[in-house]
């Protein structure tokens, strides 16, 4: 079951406190996920904003190194 089904199925049994926390779960899950995607020579570019975001060995998104 995904989060939303499970977030849904939470809020309509009137578990208000747990829907809560699964929301607050689900928004730290996704901080740093993109939502801008740009294309270039080397590959696809992901940014959060303006920041620059990559995935780590585990796949969660992460922000990304300023290069120096």
Do not use: H
Not at 31 to 47: D, E, Q
Request: proline share 1%.
């Amino acid at each position: 079951m995904d989060s939303y089904e499970d977030l849904m199925a939470l809020i309509n049994a009137g578990k208000k406190k747990e829907a809560l926390e699964l929301l607050e779960r689900l928004k730290a899950a996704n901080k740093f996920a993109p939502t801008m995607i740009k294309a270039s020579k080397t590959g696809a570019v992901f940014y959060k904003g303006n920041r620059r975001v990559v995935q780590n060995a585990a796949g969660e998104w992460e922000l990304a190194l300023k290069k120096q």
